[in-house]
């Protein structure tokens, strides 16, 4: 019935025996090869391993065309590093995760850590300064400089100021962590009405007319889709939606502007031609076209749509004050530059490894609010993209007598389910096709 292609295997968990997902993208983009070579073994279950199952080829692509930007000191590597931080959890990464040895493992894996690797400049920045401050001092003490000042200072105005720059710090990461989450629940609920709405849709559009069902599941499939490149850099909307659309409906959607909105024109189309009277083929269709009433909740649902297209534009679109952003950095670095001048009396050497500490802590948390103030890079919106795939295929393979025969293997199909439970509700005279087009007869 010209419907597309089952989802693409490119990204799906390797079968026994073959490759493992990030093997497979490393012989398909050389460039990654150097980047991942020592952390992706078959039966490793690391943080990057686990995040691999989120990779996207496209994503990897995009960024394989540039040159690889040194991995501690540029922001390219930053945001390059981004698509490796979309962790999706299964029972056994909730284990470890709770594990108590976690402590141990994460000290461990600092060096690994992007919030780290993100703090070089200005931990570098401060380091620099303290071992200079270091030096001066034991060089005047040790007289080989002479009418110098004396750089030490008190320790009372950071008792006096270390509540404000808390403030600060909390304030700015729990609001970052609020737009984070504000984006995932978002898309959850996109899952919810994707699933409701392709339920609503395969048990009240007429079984006459089956273009019409397919092409409701497969715009509902892209839909997701084309809000993720919408909101994600150097995305390619025609490799996405490839294997699920048509190739006259990949080519209109990648000319439009806005392809989220237009997915929903599409589906409001086919809503209101679910409306139209259709041609009664056998007693099951004799209402003949989609109730007003479930035209309108279906309609509903792609309203949950709008809303939610809209919401993750306001998170992109939208940042944190920058008030906030950057008096809390000017607070900050000015707090953490004169702190070395207060440490050396007490502390002498030990000032270094105490400024390193102190200064990587606080650097940390206003890192963090920054880098999941802008969720969508670091949301795993491509496995999202895929759940929502699976469940609407499954549901196009298990609903209505036109699919009997196309259920999953051990599965039953809904309606075969109902009239073998019920026979009195399949009609005698009613006969359907199977996926190898063979008739199958409904026994009452």
Known sequence: MGAAAPPSAALARPAAGQRPLAAQLRQRQPGLAALTQRHHAAACRCNRCGRGVALRTSAVANTDKREQPHPYFTDEWKEYNRQFQRPVFDFERWKTHRSSSRYLRHVLGMGDSKIVQGLAKPLAYVMTLATGVALYHTLAEAGYLTDVPDLKATNAPFGLTSFALSLLLVFRTNTSYQRWDEARKMWGSMVNRSRDFTRQALGYVPYSQPELRSMLVRWSIAYPRALMCHLRPGENIEEEVKDILKPEEVKALAASTHRPNYCMQVLTACIKQAQLPAAVTSNRDSYGAVPAGAAYRMDENLTVYSDVTGGCERILRTPVPLSYTRHTSRFMMIWLTLLPFTLWDNCGWAMLPITFIVSFLLLGIEE?????????????????????????????????????????????????????????????????????????????
């Open 368 to 444: 963090i609010g920054v880098s999941i103030e802008e969720p969508f890079t670091i949301l795993p919106l491509e496995t999202i993209a895929r759940t929502i795939e699976a469940n609407l295929r499954e549901l196009e393979a298990t609903h209505g007598p036109a699919t009997l025969g196309k259920a999953p293997e051990g599965a039953m199909n809904a309606t075969e389910l109902l009239y073998e439970v019920i026979p009195s509700a399949a009609p005698a005279d009613t006969v359907n096709a199977n996926s190898n087009g063979a008739q199958i007869a409904v026994k009452a």
